[in-house]
């Protein structure tokens, strides 16, 4: 049973398209999150959902929405892509905020 | 600044050689502390987790870390590595609003 999985795995499109990427987690957790990791390696959280809730946003452009509609789900919907947008987008989850979080096999978004 | 540090961007061992993954994190730092490891094309897999007790945790694979506050440190290590063990390995810890910072990460590479 995958614990936090994400689709898509690949996501290839044009500059300026809009498109969405879906997390489940069916660990009964309370709290979601997205992270960004960009050719480095380096990773960075973006947002967070505790309860459908929107409990961490960080300087992301809003063109980046973020989802909840159960405890269970966190969707990213991006709009406008951008060249720079290109990374592995991974979603995790935990019980609670603070503890510990497991993470999705991430999605690899290319942007040409 | 609220930061991780993993001062060795680049590890090679030899197979059945002993290792030692270094991490520092700044001041502010709640004293919860992540071992986490990512295999190429892969997810993030928790290897261990320190939230309080035994400042000497074992872990998953092998892998044990040890707290040392003094230091602001938790190095990861392994007596004896397996060629499998070949991956990127990032320490991560919460700062204030259980948000967590990831370290930069170091690339693990074993040689026959």
């Known amino acids: 049973d995958t614990a936090v999985s994400q689709t898509p795995k690949y996501l290839v499109t044009q500059m300026g398209n809009d498109k969405s990427i879906k997390c489940e987690q069916n660990?009964?957790?309370?709290?979601m999150y997205w992270y960004k990791q960009d050719s480095k390696k380096f990773l960075k959280i973006m947002f967070s959902?505790?309860?459908?809730?929107?409990?961490i946003n960080e300087t992301v452009p809003n063109r980046f929405s973020p989802k909840s509609p159960d405890k269970a789900h966190l969707n990213l919907h991006i709009n406008s892509l951008e060249l720079g947008d290109s990374a592995v987008y991974f979603c995790?989850?935990?019980?609670?905020?603070?503890?510990?979080?497991?993470f999705g096999p991430g999605t690899r978004l290319l942007v040409l | 600044a609220q930061s991780v540090t993993q001062p060795d961007i680049h590890i090679t061992v030899s197979e059945g050689a002993s290792l030692e993954l270094r991490c520092n994190y700044s001041?502010?730092?709640?004293?919860?502390l992540f071992w986490y490891v990512q295999s190429p094309g892969q997810g993030l897999q928790l290897l261990l987790k320190?939230?309080?007790?035994?400042?000497l945790v074992q872990g998953i694979k092998g892998f044990e870390a040890e707290f040392k506050r003094s230091q602001s440190s938790f190095n990861l290590r392994k007596p004896s590595v397996h060629w499998s063990d070949a991956a990127e390995y990032f320490c991560?810890?919460?700062?204030?609003?259980?948000?967590?910072?990831f370290g930069t990460g170091t690339r693990l590479t074993i040689i026959p």
């Open positions: 995790a989850s935990s019980q609670n905020q603070g503890e510990t979080q497991y």
């Open positions: 660990l009964g957790h309370d709290t």
């Open positions: 959902y505790n309860n459908k809730e929107l409990i």
């Open positions: 001041y502010g730092a709640t004293p919860y």
């Open positions: 320190y939230f309080s007790g035994d400042t």
């Open positions: 991560a810890v919460p700062f204030g609003n259980e948000k967590l910072t």
